[in-house]
């Protein structure tokens, strides 16, 4: 479904703190605005601040400071069920002692509608998460991912423009799992509604999300589309924190427009894109992805980079080969290649040349 991306934020949040002990931050001053129609996920480890940001939007938690805004009317001293937003957790939240249609009569009912309308939502909101067949059970008579799809449904059931979810795919298995995270940005997407989404898991916000917000410390390390967070963190923290990264260290030598040189703690120099350096003599930490080195000698690019490197571990993995090489004093540096016919396999002990393009290669922070 197009998304309306006008200026117009639907969702914002202006110069929000949040501290429970009147000293330590929770969050530090978060600015971020979201246009109609959005599915933005909040990432970060545990304690980085991401659910409380959640727990504010909704109103179960109050901010410090700043202002809360919902289609541009500030919601602070509104509470959580006047804010008509839709909510998912973790744990369900299910009523043990009532139907699934019951549990998804319930908002409808403290909204005052009358019993026929009710009826013909909680039928299409059973339908869209596939239950309709289940209205008539309780909530222990469920599997896992039958609840956490009653929950979906509930939350949707109104109609509300926003709905947060916080974690709601942590209880489930992986496959089960895979298969919600397409499920819900579908439904998401066929509603054109926004969601707020919190997670840990770096897959699930890359696979679902329009942008993630990368959470670390209180504030939003880098708030980009999945691609960009992928191939052009911004900071070491969101190169570690999101897939997996080899990094090397060094000092940088030179800097010109769009080019460093840096100079590894080997003594080898290799070239970079700059990205969060700013002058010669600094210390920095080389990001290279394992999926943009090449250890095939007649796969390398003629402007490739060249180092020496030793094979210590060469694992099979079906779709691709995943080997572990000694670097520049880094034993943990990993390379990921396609299973191709053409594609060698490594011996550990061996030496090899292995080679990356420049611009795949990132100065950052130390």
Same mark, same amino acid.
Request: with cysteine.
């Given at each position: ?11 914002e949040?202006?110069h ?5 002990d009147?000293?330590?931050l ?14 933005l ?29 919902? @289609? !541009? #009317?500030?919601?602070?001293?509104? $509470? +959580?069920?006047?804010r008509?937003i ?6 369900? /939240? ?50 896992g ?41 579908r ?10 989404y ?18 670390? @410390? !209180? #504030?939003?390390?880098?708030?980009? $589309? +999945? ?11 969101? /190169? ?22 840096v ?6 120099l ?61 034993d ?9 016919p ?13 080679g ?11």
């Open positions: 479904m197009a998304r309306d991306q006008s200026n117009a934020a639907f969702v949040f202006q929000v703190q949040k501290s429970y009147g000293e330590t929770v969050v530090k001053d978060l600015n971020l605005a979201l246009p109609k129609g959005e599915f996920t909040m990432l970060g480890p545990s304690g980085s601040g991401k659910t409380t940001c959640l727990m504010m939007l909704a109103g179960f938690e109050t901010a410090t400071h700043g202002e809360i805004l919902l @289609d !541009g #009317k500030p919601i602070n001293n509104i $509470p +959580p069920h006047k008509g839709g909510m998912v957790f973790q744990n369900y /939240a299910l009523f043990p002692h009532m139907t699934v249609a019951e549990n998804l009569s319930f908002p409808l009912e403290v909204r005052k509608m009358p019993k026929a309308e009710r009826d013909t939502k909680i039928k299409r909101a059973l339908d869209m998460v596939q239950m309709g067949k289940f209205g008539g059970r309780r909530p222990a008579q469920l599997s991912g039958q609840q956490q799809r009653v929950a979906l449904a509930r939350a949707l059931v109104f109609e509300p423009e926003l709905v947060l979810m916080d974690e709601p795919l942590g209880a489930l298995d992986k496959q089960l799992r895979e298969h919600m995270q397409f499920e819900i940005k439904i998401a997407d066929g509603l054109g509604i926004t969601v707020v919190v997670t840990h898991d770096q897959t699930e916000a890359l696979t679902m999300s329009d942008r993630v917000a990368v959470f670390n @410390d !209180g #504030k939003i390390q880098q708030l980009a $589309p +999945p691609d960009e967070l992928y191939e052009s963190p911004q900071n070491s923290f969101v /190169a570690q924190f999101i897939g997996e990264n080899n990094t090397l260290e060094g000092t940088v030598r030179e800097l010109h427009e769009g080019r460093a040189v100079q590894l703690d080997d003594g080898e290799i070239d970079c894109k700059p990205v969060n350096v700013s002058a010669t003599g600094e210390r920095t930490r080389v990001s290279i992805r394992p999926e943009r080195v090449e250890t095939n000698p007649a796969r390398l690019h003629p402007d490739a980079h060249l180092l020496d490197a030793e094979v210590l571990e060469f694992i099979y993995m079906g779709d691709i080969f995943r080997t572990r090489l000694r670097v520049a004093g880094n943990e540096f990993i390379v990921k290649a396609r299973n191709a053409d594609q060698v396999r490594l011996q550990p002990g061996q030496n090899i040349r292995i990356w393009l420049p611009e795949d290669c990132r100065a950052l922070d130390a």
